[in-house]
Every structure is written in structure tokens, then in C-alpha cells.
Nanobody, 121 residues
């Protein structure tokens, strides 16, 4: 069983910033990704990063505002979210285990429990 533990969600005003963290099991070399799900909507891709950090992908809706990174010494992946908008409000999920930093939910076999991000206008 692979456990992913997210942290860093919260309430922030529009234009503000938050940083999400996801702790992955030690001694793994997973591709890691972030997805989000707003009420009444399907889970959608946000960003993904290869184990080396050399391959990164973003959803168009967050390009230029969000940055994904990882610290393999700490087995942790981060999502720095700047210039937040009310439309960014969602539960954010950490995912792991894809073959490449893909954008599809079914590419990732392992998921965290999610952390709520709420952006007020």
C-alpha cells in the first residue's frame, strides 16, 4: 500500500498564494502529479513531474501561476500556487505512479486523501 500525505491547503483571498506538499514513501522513484476536483465537477489534471524533475507538465489553466517541484531527499513534491483565483477552489489530490508525467486520472494508481483549497473573492 502506497500512502501519499498532502498538506498545506487552506483559505486564501484571491491573488494570494499557497504551497501544497505531498510526502511519498521513501526509496520510491515515482512520477508525481497534482489533480483537483471542484464540487460537481470531474477530477482534473493540474501538474506533474518526473522523478528527476526533468519532465514537467501543467494544465493550461495554471501555467504561469503554479509551479510543481520535488525534493527527492525528502521524498516530497510541492505545488506552489500564486495569483490564486476563486476558480482554483477545489480539493487538491496528490497522485503517484504514472509511467510518464501524464494528464489522465487513470494513469496514476496511487492517490492521497486530498486537501481543501478555498479562494475567496
Amino acid at each position: 500500500q502506497v500512502q501519499l500525505v498532502e498538506s498545506g491547503g487552506g483559505l486564501v483571498q484571491a491573488g494570494g498564494s499557497l504551497r501544497l506538499s505531498c510526502a511519498a514513501p521513501a526509496r520510491t522513484r515515482y512520477v508525481m502529479g497534482w489533480f483537483r476536483q471542484a464540487p460537481g465537477k470531474e477530477r482534473e489534471f493540474v501538474a506533474a513531474i518526473s522523478w528527476s524533475g526533468g519532465i514537467i507538465s501543467y494544465a493550461d489553466s495554471v501555467k504561469g501561476r503554479f509551479t510543481i517541484s520535488r525534493d527527492n531527499a525528502k521524498n516530497t513534491v510541492y505545488l506552489q500556487m500564486n495569483s490564486l483565483k476563486p476558480d482554483d477552489t477545489a480539493v487538491y489530490y496528490c497522485a503517484a505512479g504514472a509511467f510518464l508525467p501524464g494528464t489522465q486520472v487513470n494513469e496514476y494508481p496511487y492517490w492521497g486523501q486530498g486537501t481543501q483549497v478555498t479562494v475567496s473573492s
